[in-house]
T-cell receptor, first 112, second 113 residues
Framework: GQQVMQIPQYQHVQEGEDFTTYCNSSTTLSNIQWYKQRPGGHPVFLIQLVKSGEVKKQKRLTFQFGEAKKNSSLHITATQTTDVGTYFCAGYRSGSARQLTFGSGTQLTVLP | DGGITQSPKYLFRKEGQNVTLSCEQNLNHDAMYWYRQDPGQGLRLIYYSQIVNDFQKGDIAEGYSVSREKKESFPLTVTSAQKNPTAFYLC????????????FGEGSRLTVL
């Protein structure tokens, strides 16, 4: 079955440093979504990328979708303590629109 | 306010007992999902339903059962056949669009004693 791998599993950064998490799928994705889960909370949708090579920005967050639509990345510039949480990528398989597979997540800790 | 309501938030059960987790949404969404999350892990799909009276197994359906008798409701039963039921269970829904974002409930934390 489809696998979505995410690295790193954990990342500790000093406040103000940058952070990047990478997502790789074993199969081509029709789209990729990113979610953030605060400690003790539930995942909250951040963004969706659909087109090959697409890049989207949300303030300090930059999201990329690979040319082959099998990998993606999330980059946070100048992290803040409010960025703490686990970031998940998730993808719908091409041709199987209703089954969204999540990556294992990257848990980000920001040290003040 | 529109959203997804899961109950109970915390649940304790003894081994060998079935337990049912409730999930209700008033977003008028067609598709609903159940995910399981273990500490430090990602979300694994248990069951999903695209329409009333229809549902499909996800990657880890063994030991679980669901029903979808109403559009708004998608309860999950954790049966005694589930070998490691202690986990955080998340219900989600999405619109009928082909690649919609998921809206999650706040989750139910099940502990088996």
């Amino acid at each position: 079955g489809q696998q979505v791998m995410q690295i790193p599993q954990y990342q500790h950064v000093q406040e103000g440093e940058d952070f990047t998490t990478y997502c790789n799928s074993s199969t081509t994705l029709s789209n990729i979504q990113w979610y953030k889960q605060r400690p003790g909370g539930h995942p909250v949708f951040l963004i969706q990328l659909v087109k090959s090579g697409e890049v989207k920005k949300q303030k300090r967050l930059t999201f990329q979708f690979g040319e082959a639509k099998k990998n993606s990345s999330l980059h946070i510039t100048a992290t803040q303590t409010t960025d703490v949480g686990t970031y998940f990528c998730a993808g719908y398989r091409s041709g199987s629109a209703r089954q969204l597979t999540f990556g294992s997540g990257t848990q980000l800790t920001v040290l003040p | 306010d529109g959203g997804i309501t899961q109950s109970p938030k915390y649940l304790f059960r003894k081994e060998g007992q079935n337990v049912t987790l409730s999930c209700e949404q008033n977003l008028n969404h067609d598709a609903m999902y159940w995910y399981r999350q273990d500490p430090g892990q990602g979300l694994r799909l248990i069951y999903y339903s695209q329409i009333v009276n229809d549902f499909q197994k996800g990657d880890i359906a063994e030991g679980y059962s669901v029903s979808r008798e109403k559009k708004e409701s998608f309860p999950l039963t954790v049966t005694s056949a589930q070998k490691n039921p202690t986990a955080f269970y998340l219900c989600a829904s999405t619109t009928g669009t082909i690649t919609g974002e998921l809206f999650f409930g706040e989750g139910s934390r099940l502990t088996v004693l």
